[in-house]
């Protein structure tokens, strides 16, 4: 044992004591592991990439939105422009996806219309996020009345189906894109009540924020730095899958009159405009349903990927 003692004093760096050795052997272990063991931002990443379906739909969304911002260098047409020569003419090379009943080009208008359903989305979670998250947070951090306040107002909303709850606020609120995206908005916002509730009632229990109550912090700071960044990942997914959700009900609320208004291009006024011609120009309806379905679809596997990739229990 004391030869060992010597080799190890021996071999250390002037001025090191024996005893403060393996303390430096316990942190350069620490900082060998840290860099070892990747980020859950890392492995989340990584494990996203790795999700086909959710690259796909990825990819989609990406595509709908460069086509919304390079919609007037797409088609060289006006989507307001009409020409009563070329009423109904199908798909040709002149007109890639034919025109309309004034002989608008579908093409150009398509294109357009696709700035007012992703924009309805993105502004209508938007809105029921910026509502909901934080009266979802009041009602499960606090509790007490302001929960039982919080949380029988969301059920009441909840009990009513989403879709006739935003033709109802439209309605209300009189046909435009900015009515209906408010309309959508708040008809989406118990679900984020909800959601953020039940997330805030777990993390309040952890030790970490039991920890922050004992030293004092305030219950603002409390609700900033340690419980909303912990309650993120589920918003964000859930975020990204009701933007599906909003871009029907834009298309539902546009092709009852409820939404953009004619002449401005919108995929379901399109197709409320198409009904009328299913036999002499089905194409009217064909292409403004499968832009609709692709991007829907393409939000749904977004979501799921980021679901499978932010999942706790995984990462």
Do not use: C
Request: glycine share 8%.
């Amino acid at each position: 044992m004391a030869a060992t003692t010597l080799d190890d004093t021996r071999d250390a760096p002037a001025g090191l004591d024996a005893e403060a050795r393996p303390v430096d052997v316990k942190v350069a272990a620490a900082d060998a592991a840290s860099e070892v063991v990747p980020p859950k931002r890392n492995r989340a990443l990584r494990k996203f990439l790795a999700n086909k379906p959710a690259i796909v739909g990825g990819g989609a969304v990406l595509f709908f939105i460069l086509v919304a911002i390079l919609a007037p260098l797409l088609t060289g047409y006006d989507p307001l422009a009409t020409s009563f020569t070329a009423i109904r003419k199908a798909p040709s090379a002149a007109h890639w996806f034919g025109t309309d009943e004034l002989g608008r080009d579908i093409l150009s208008r398509m294109a357009f219309g696709a700035r007012a359903s992703l924009l309805a989305g993105v502004v209508s979670v938007a809105i029921a996020v910026a509502v909901g998250v934080p009266l979802g947070l009041l009602a499960g951090f606090f509790g007490g009345w302001v929960d039982m306040v919080i949380s029988r107002v969301a059920d009441a909303l909840l009990a009513i189906p989403f879709l006739i709850l935003a033709i109802a606020l439209a309605s209300f609120l009189g046909p435009s894109l900015t009515n209906a995206m408010i309309a959508i908005g708040l008809s989406g916002t118990p679900i984020f009540i909800r959601l953020a509730r039940g997330q805030t009632l777990s993390v309040k229990a952890e030790d970490y924020v039991e920890g922050a109550r004992a030293i004092g912090l305030p219950d603002r700071w409390i609700l900033i730095r340690y419980v909303f960044p912990n309650i993120l990942p589920p918003l964000i997914v859930q975020g990204t899958l009701t933007v599906a959700t909003a871009i029907i009900a834009e298309a539902s609320l546009s092709f009852l009159g409820l939404g953009q208004q004619p002449p401005a291009p919108s995929w379901g006024s399109m197709l409320n405009t198409a009904k009328n011609f299913m036999e002499q120009a089905p194409w009217m309806s064909i292409f403004p349903g499968i832009a609709i379905f692709l991007l829907v679809l393409g939000f749904n596997l977004l979501g799921d990927g980021l679901r499978d990739a932010l999942d706790p229990r995984e990462n």
